[in-house]
Each structure stands twice: as structure tokens, then as C-alpha cells.
């Protein structure tokens, strides 16, 4: 998304906090220039010490303004660089700091007035003494992410990836970072005493290449510090630092690496070093594990397997391909919310909220894009019609009508539905639609357990589409008979269905809007049952998952979004880089044919919303 977007989103979520404006270089912010790498940044804080409201100024300058009452700030449009801070109550003199503010983070800095009566904890506390701070960027992967040290001190960042955390206790430390409900990656690194440390973190796409994975679990005391050796005639250092933390040094016949990294012998380590270098005549460490001709010798020939060489390129080359698709996600955003903006005034049923593009179930997943728009720019003049029509009547109507009548939008419209309702509590903070919800969510549960459903069933039917929803409203809910049910209910009827699975019968065979097969594998990732698909995923070749490129009607038209939200979705459950590739594949080539989802009315009234859920699936 754009950086006005970011900062907007950013000013939402920290909207608790009484704003104060600085003026910086004599004017009210720093103009953004899309044209230049510089990014505006945010800096809040609270200032203790005094019961007095606190003026700041920043960088010197003569307007002043004032914290709350309670001493927060929040100051934004900052440029980055250095910075520096004069606060103190009116009339005093005033105290300094100074501060490195990151292009287009939200940065956090707690001050504290100092007098001489009174001298402030922090200073007789000899436990915050050489604390250290760390800051950095996570990349290749949507923001924002959990970023944590040891396992418990933690931060999230900004939705550019920007972090901060502060009062670290020097040392050896895990830094641990990833999406928050995925498995984490994590790197070591010694942190010094007193320093502000820049850490750039990169999230490794393929789950079978982590950022490290040891064979024992991870010791970082110097006691466990050990030494790894491996053959080769090169000469010189080999940096690891981005994908494993630490350096090796070569004297040209043999490579070193000593440090707190466990006791075992890593593949992956292996693997990149023999890539750099050459082929490795031995690999071994101080505690007895060896990998040479006559012990373990299949294990070093894999480490030096050529074929490594051709997955590398690949893995490169789909990394590349992430990082531009991340790059155009805020443009491609603002081309799909266009036609479901104008779908949603076209009114066209009798309901009281949901009465835009054609029918119902497209007004409720029109009303969730564009509410998603609104979620991720700060922008409601797409979800502005619909948000005019919702008050307590008008929900309470189409309570009543979804009430009398149990089988409407059963349960295809119903499960769009519970997304909504999940999206507008989230970005309204308005509990309106939750009753209606609710019963929504126990009314699926009554249908599933009255009807004989087809595992594959096509199009409105289709059953993986519904119970995915109704799970994640129920994961939302924390609701655990929600759970409980579609965990049962997809051990009972879905697993024996998997096994007859192609996943290239989807584009030969499939002739509507939803992926059967490919939701169906994503559905049951989902509810615990990932080694089941792990076995699925060895039958697939990897043209399986290319796009459809004739579709044969309006409706398939819409099935290579489809596809792709459930190939993230396997790819966010079982991190194969695979379903990372199918994703990029399906998404790109049906937003390169704007004429399947925009123009002709047939598809704009649905099939951008299609795009909008593929494409902010991750986000």
C-alpha cells in the first residue's frame, strides 16, 4: 500500500493516544516524494516526571506544542535521520535527546524530566544500565509481523516491517520474527552493551530452507560454544549473516565456524556453503559428528548434490518474484476496488443493506471488499454507500428475513457473510452485526448436519469454501463448539475425498467460479490435518498448478482467484515454496486479463472481490 496509506492506518490503530503535532523546519510535516526512498515516520511516547503538561519541540523549532495531560505524544510526518527532542514543562528550562528515526516506522520513546530534587528511577535502577535497543526491517513477507527475542520480550512492526525493542540486556540472543499465527524463522545475534543496533531480518520463503534449523535444540551461553570444520581449498570468509547469523572463515583447506549454534550438522548450512565455495571433501564439528567419504557419506553427498544448484535458481528467482508482487499489492488494490465501488450502488434486490451488484451474495462480499479497502487505507468511499444503510432497523430486517427463510444463501452467501460481519468488527469496532452473526454460524452447523453434502461439490455448494469460513468465525469467536464441529466434521467426510483430488482436474474438468480441490486441501491444513495433505502434495507436478487461460464461460472467470487464495492459504499452513509459486501464477494471470474482472457487468459485479480476498489473504 502507499506510504499516505500506511501512515494513516497507523494513525488508526494508534488512535488512543492524544495527538501532538510538531512543526519540523518550519512548516507542519514532511511532504512525501514518491519519487525518493524517504519515507515518513511516526514517534510516540509518554513523558514521566512531572504532573505538568510537557512542551517539545523538535530539531529546534519555535512552535510549540503540548503533550496530553497525562504526558503522551504522538508526533508524525517526520523525516528520517536524526533527530532532536527539547521537552519540559512550560517555563522550565528544557531537557534534550537525541533520537535516529527510521524511514516509515512507528517508533516508541518513553522520556522522563529530570530535576535535581527529584531524580528520576531509571537513573538509581542499576538494572537498565547498558540496556541496549534493536531496530531494523523485516522483509519478503506483508506486514505486520511479530518480531521477538528469546521467546518473549517482543514487538510487532509497522505493515512495512519496521520494528523497535528496547531495554534488551546485552548478550547472545534469538531473534525470532514471522506472521503472528505462523511458525517463526530466527537468527542469532550478540547484542552490545548500551548500543542501538540495526537488524535487518529477511523471511526465507521455503520451508525446507529456514533460516536455521540444528539438530539439537539452540544453545547461546558461551558454555556451549562449538566448532564446525569442512574441507575446501577456498580461501577468504563466507558472510551467512543474512540466512544464518554468523560468518565462516577459510584458510584454503579449511573452513571454521565456532559459536553458540547448537551441536549438530546442519543440511542447510552445508548446502550453501558447498554452493560458495565448491565441493566439500568433509563436514564435521568438536562434538563427533561427522559427514566424509567413509562415515555418513550419503549425507555429503547430498550436501554437495549439483541439483542444488537448479533449486537454488528457482528458489532465487521465486523470492525475486515475491518481492515485485509486494511491491504492486497497494497499485493493484486501488484497480480492483473500482468496479465493486460502483456495483454497490447499482441497486438491484429489495434487501435493506445488501441490495447492490445483482444479488445478495455479491452485495455481501462487494460490502467485505470494499470494507477490506477501508481496513487497509483508511478509505470509506467505497464502503460509504453500504455504511449509510447500516443502522439497528436495517440489520434487524435482514436478521428476520435470514431467519424465515433458512435455506437462503445456503450456505454460500451465508459463509461470505461471516466474513463480513468479521471485517466490520474489526475495522468499525462495532458490534452491530454480531447476533445476526452468531446466528448465522449456528444456523451452517444445523445444515451440515441435516444435508448429505459432495466434499466436491461445485460452485454455491461447495462445502470447503463454507466450513472455512464458518471455522475462522469461530477461531474469531473463540468459540469452541464452532471449532469443534468443523474439526470433526472434515475428519468424518473429507480426508477419503482428498485422495481422489487432482488438482489439474480443476482447470480440465471444473467448469465454474470455485477451486473444489484446492480448498479442500486448504480446509483440512487448516483444521489440523496437515500431514494428510503433506502425503496429497507428493502426487502434484508442478504444472498442476499453472492458471486457466481459456475460461469457458463468465463463471470460470473467476477461478483462478479462487485458486490462488487457496494456494496462499496452503502455502501460509504447510510453508511450501510450491503453493507460494501456484499463488503468484493464478493471481498474476487473471489480473493481467482485466477484461475477466472488469468492464462487462457479468464479472465486475463479483469477480474483483474474488481478487481483493486473493490478493490480502496474507495481509
Not at 253 to 274: A, F, I
Not at 494 to 523: G, H, P
Request: glycine share 8%.
Amino acid at each position: 500500500m502507499n506510504l499516505k496509506s500506511i501512515i494513516l492506518i497507523l494513525q488508526a490503530h494508534g488512535a488512543w493516544l492524544v495527538p501532538l503535532i510538531v512543526a519540523i523546519g518550519g512548516g507542519f510535516g514532511f511532504v512525501y516524494n514518491e519519487y525518493t526512498s524517504e519515507k515518513p515516520a511516526v514517534l510516540k511516547g509518554h513523558i514521566k516526571g512531572t504532573k505538568k503538561p510537557v512542551v517539545m519541540h523538535l530539531d529546534g523549532n519555535i512552535e510549540k506544542k503540548f503533550t496530553s495531560k497525562k504526558g503522551f505524544y504522538r508526533i508524525e510526518n517526520i523525516m528520517p535521520g536524526e533527530h532532536e527532542i527539547d521537552f519540559g514543562p512550560e517555563g522550565s528550562e528544557a531537557q534534550t535527546h537525541m533520537i535516529t528515526i527510521e524511514s516509515g516506522a512507528e517508533q516508541t520513546l518513553d522520556l522522563y524530566w529530570e530535576t535535581e530534587d527529584d531524580p528520576p528511577e531509571h537513573i538509581n535502577d542499576t538494572s537498565l544500565q547498558g540496556l541496549a535497543i534493536l531496530r531494523g526491517q523485516v522483509t519478503g513477507i506483508p506486514g505486520p509481523v511479530i518480531v521477538s527475542i528469546d521467546g518473549n520480550k517482543e514487538t510487532k512492526s509497522n505493515f512495512e516491517g519496521y520494528y523497535r525493542i528496547e531495554n534488551i540486556i546485552p548478550g547472545v540472543h534469538e531473534i525470532s520474527f514471522g506472521p503472528e499465527k505462523w511458525e517463526k524463522q530466527a537468527i542469532i545475534t550478540k547484542i552490545e552493551s548500551g548500543t542501538e543496533q540495526s537488524l535487518q531480518l529477511h523471511w526465507k520463503i521455503s520451508n525446507d530452507r529456514p533460516v536455521y534449523t540444528y539438530d539439537t535444540p539452540l544453545q547461546k551461553t558461551h558454555s556451549n560454544i562449538h566448532s564446525w570444520y569442512a574441507g575446501t581449498d577456498f580461501n577468504g570468509t563466507i558472510d551467512m549473516t543474512d540466512t544464518f547469523g554468523f560468518i565462516w572463515y577459510c584458510s584454503g583447506g579449511t573452513c571454521k565456524l565456532t559459536g553458540p549454534y547448537g551441536q549438530g550438522l546442519n543440511m542447510d548450512v552445508c548446502r550453501e556453503l558447498s554452493g560458495r565455495v565448491g565441493h566439500l571433501d568433509y563436514y564435521y564439528n568438536d562434538v563427533g559428528m561427522r559427514w566424509t567419504k567413509t562415515e555418513n557419506s550419503t549425507l555429503l553427498e547430498q550436501c554437495n548434490s549439483q541439483n542444488n544448484i537448479s533449486e537454488n535458481e528457482s528458489m532465487l528467482q521465486l523470492e525475486a518474484d515475491w518481492t515485485v508482487f509486494l511491491k504492486k499489492v497497494p497499485r493493484t488494490l486501488n484497480e480492483l476496488i473500482h468496479p465493486v465501488g460502483q456495483c454497490l450502488r447499482n441497486r438491484a434486490t429489495d434487501s435493506p443493506i445488501f441490495n447492490g451488484c445483482i444479488d445478495w451474495h455479491s452485495a455481501v462480499h462487494g460490502s467485505w471488499a470494499a470494507l477490506r479497502y477501508e481496513y487497509m487505507t483508511n478509505n470509506n468511499q467505497y464502503f460509504s454507500y453500504v455504511d449509510g444503510l447500516i443502522n439497528a432497523k436495517s440489520v434487524e430486517k435482514e436478521f428476520e428475513y435470514l431467519k424465515n427463510n433458512p435455506q437462503f444463501e445456503m450456505p454460500y452467501g451465508r459463509a461470505w457473510f461471516l466474513r463480513f460481519a468479521i471485517e466490520y468488527k474489526n475495522t468499525k469496532k462495532n458490534p452491530i452485526f454480531d447476533q445476526m452473526a452468531d446466528y448465522v454460524a449456528k444456523s451452517m452447523i444445523i445444515y451440515f448436519n441435516s444435508t448429505e453434502i459432495d466434499p466436491l461439490a461445485p460452485a454455491y455448494e461447495n462445502p470447503s469454501w463454507a466450513l472455512i469460513n464458518l471455522f475462522e468465525y469461530g477461531k474469531y469467536k473463540n468459540d469452541a463448539e464452532i471449532s469443534k464441529f468443523v474439526l470433526n466434521y472434515t475428519s468424518k467426510h473429507f480426508l477419503q475425498a482428498l485422495d481422489t483430488c487432482n488438482l489439474k482436474n480443476e482447470i480440465d474438468q471444473n467448469s465454474d467460479f470455485m477451486a473444489e480441490c484446492s480448498n479442500m486441501a486448504y480446509l483440512l491444513a487448516k483444521t489440523g490435518h496437515k500431514e494428510y495433505v503433506k502425503r496429497w502434495v507428493q502426487t502434484i507436478s508442478p504444472g498442476d498448478g499453472d492458471p486457466l487461460k481459456n475460461p469457458k464461460g463468465i463463471h470460470q472467470k473467476g477461478l483462478n482467484f479462487s485458486r490462488a487464495w487457496a494456494f496462499y492459504g496452503l502455502y501460509s499452513e504447510l510453508r511450501n515454496p510450491l503453493f507460494l509459486n501456484f499463488y503468484l501464477k493464478s493471481f498474476n494471470y487473471e489480473f493481467s486479463h482485466a477484461e475477466w474482472w472488469e468492464g462487462d457487468y457479468s464479472v465486475g459485479h463479483w469477480v474483483p472481490q474474488f481478487g481483493i480476498y486473493a490478493l490480502t489473504i496474507g495481509l
